[in-house]
T-cell receptor, first 113, second 113 residues
Framework: RKEVEQDPGPFNVPEGATVAFNCTYSNSASQSFFWYRQDCRKEPKLLMSVYSSGNEDGRFTAQLNRASQYISLLIRDSKLSDSATYLCVVPPRANQAGTALIFGKGTTLSVSS | EAGVAQSPRYKIIEKRQSVAFWCNPI?????LYWYQQILGQGPKLLIQ????????DSQLPKDRFSAERLKGVDSTLKIQPAKLEDSAVYLC???????????FGNGTRLTVT
């Protein structure tokens, strides 16, 4: 299994739809996970941290499933402004020298009116 | 709080030329990272510094890439000689603690012709 894998999409949804992205990871000892959002030609920005108990921020919900080694991001009531690439971010490999977070390739979301 | 500063924003060079990028992290962030993001991919770590020491440079193509952070604050990344496949966005990031969220600069978009 790769360190982190995401469905690249694109996910094309209408405004108001609910959409969910999953991301699998390989390091079972991983503790810290994040979702980043990246707009076209911009730098990645932190969207949410992912806690063991799951967490919610407005229309966004992030969950962690340790048994199956995946994290998810749920977006409710999609807005046009949610159109972006969503990057799944996981801790480094167990044998990695440093502590640099590892990024997935991203899932592209396009919300249309 | 000032963010991560990077320069230049854009650079176009011919293959076999050299180029240098500069980054100033958020004040107080001891850890600095350089990531390379090729179009359609997630950011890939090139090098991680902790203060002025290298923590992880395992994915840095050392035959052509070099980086330094001499005083433990700002950093430069150099490519010499550049290849066509080096065309990418070079992102600098910093964080305050291991596995804490990364803060990215605007990036430098490099085009090698």
């Amino acid at each position: 299994r790769k360190e982190v894998e995401q469905d690249p999409g694109p996910f094309n949804v209408p405004e108001g739809a609910t959409v969910a992205f999953n991301c699998t990871y390989s390091n079972s000892a991983s503790q810290s996970f994040f979702w980043y959002r990246q707009d076209c030609r911009k730098e990645p920005k932190l969207l949410m941290s992912v806690y063991s108990s799951g967490n919610e921020d407005g229309r966004f919900t992030a969950q962690l499933n340790r048994a199956s080694q995946y994290i998810s991001l749920l977006i409710r009531d999609s807005k046009l402004s949610d159109s972006a690439t969503y990057l799944c971010v996981v801790p480094p490999r167990a044998n990695q020298a440093g502590t640099a977070l590892i990024f997935g390739k991203g899932t592209t979301l396009s919300v249309s009116s | 709080e000032a963010g991560v500063a990077q320069s230049p924003r854009y650079k176009i060079i011919e293959k076999r030329q050299s180029v240098a990028f500069w980054c100033n992290p958020i004040s107080g962030h001891a850890t600095l990272y350089w990531y390379q993001q090729i179009l359609g991919q997630g950011p890939k770590l090139l090098i991680q510094f902790q203060n002025n020491g290298v923590v992880d440079d395992s994915q840095l193509p050392k035959d052509r890439f070099s980086a330094e952070r001499l005083k433990g604050v700002d950093s430069t990344l150099k490519i010499q000689p550049a290849k066509l496949e080096d065309s990418a966005v070079y992102l600098c990031a910093s964080n305050w603690a291991e596995n804490s969220p990364l803060h990215f600069g605007n990036g430098t978009r490099l085009t090698v012709t």
